[in-house]
Every structure is written in structure tokens, then in C-alpha cells.
């Protein structure tokens, strides 16, 4: 019963993260685009 319940929270937990991991990853690139653009000009 733990075992799987462990599981299934593992796997909602990671799919969290993942989502977390992929907004981070956009907000830095948004970041280092305005900052090449502010270079640029």
C-alpha cells in the first residue's frame, strides 16, 4: 500500500519539477535575450 502510494507521489512530484525546471529555463532565456538586445543597441 505505501509502496504505491510512494509511487504515484514520486511520479507527480517529478512531473512538478519538470514543469518548474521548464518555466525557470524560459524566464532565464527571456533574461539573456533582453540583455542582448540592450547589448545590440
Known amino acids: 500500500m505505501l ?3 510512494d ?4 511520479h507527480s512530484y ?3 519539477i ?3 525546471k521548464i518555466k525557470f529555463v ?3 532565456e527571456l533574461k ?3 540583455l542582448k538586445n540592450l ?3
Open 7 to 10: 509511487k504515484k507521489n514520486c
Open 32 to 34: 539573456i535575450n533582453k
Open 14 to 16: 517529478n512531473k512538478i
Open 26 to 28: 524560459l524566464l532565464v
Open 39 to 41: 547589448i545590440a543597441d
Open 3 to 5: 509502496k504505491a502510494f
Open 18 to 20: 519538470k514543469k518548474k
